[in-house]
């Protein structure tokens, strides 16, 4: 079966830093990946999306994502974090009738 | 509407009443799936409309759950005796369907039982 882990529950960052949030997926075709990004009282947004193709993608709002097959891994990446990217992360698999897994989710918090 | 609507936004209940949620999909999207969101949680599938008929209702998590979609646009979830476990955001999602994979959703019905 499909399924999706984000290992980081919580991470925080200092505002100008780096950021990189993992997620490990389980699928055994190619896999439809996406992130999205929750804010509090918001709805879902995505931030991007892998396919096919080019296995580094770019992003809304600066984020960018690389698929690596041979470590089932999509993680989503940032040079430089503002503090209004404050909020939940949520990496997602697509499976059958292309209803989305999510994980649990990863809650970043930036410090000023 | 421009996105996904649904209403209402906020819904508190007594537990064994009967509620509705209403989603309003994006105007042409064929496809529409609800999803369930508990408290620390990432969302979890309910159910997969294409067009009027549920094509997976496979995520309900029993027979209290339904959800219809009779023309093909507007879809409404019913939950009947609510318990406290019920209580979650319940997320709406729409796409276009067949193949087209992005789908958007709604700002999610925070349900709360009491």
């Known amino acids: 079966a499909q399924s999706v882990t984000q290992p980081d529950i919580h991470i925080t960052v200092s505002e100008g830093a780096s950021l990189e949030l993992r997620c490990n997926y389980s699928y055994g075709a190619t896999p439809y990946l996406f992130w999205y990004v929750q804010s509090p009282g918001q709805g879902l947004q995505l931030l991007l999306k892998?396919?096919?193709?080019?296995?580094l993608v770019q992003g809304i709002k600066g984020f960018e994502a690389e698929f690596k097959r041979s470590q089932s891994s999509f993680n989503l990446r940032k040079p430089s974090v503002h503090w209004s990217d404050a909020a939940e992360y949520f990496c997602?698999?697509?499976?059958?009738?292309?209803?989305?897994?999510f994980g649990a989710g990863t809650r970043l918090a930036v410090h000023p | 509407g421009a996105g996904v609507s649904q209403t209402p936004s906020n819904k508190v209940t007594e537990k064994g009443k009967y509620v509705e949620l209403r989603c309003d999909p994006i105007s042409g999207h064929t496809a529409l799936y609800w999803y369930r969101q508990s408290l620390g949680q990432g969302p979890e599938f309910l159910i997969y409309f294409q067009g009027t008929g549920a094509a997976d209702d496979s995520g309900l998590p029993n027979d209290r759950f339904f959800a219809v979609r009779p023309e093909g646009s507007v879809s409404t979830l019913k939950i009947q005796r609510t318990e406290r476990g019920d209580s979650a955001v319940y997320l709406c999602a729409s796409s276009w369907g067949q193949g087209n994979t992005e789908a958007f959703f709604g700002q999610g019905t925070r349900l709360t039982v009491v």
């Open positions: 997602a698999v697509v499976g059958g009738y292309n209803k989305l897994i």
């Open positions: 892998y396919f096919s193709g080019d296995t």
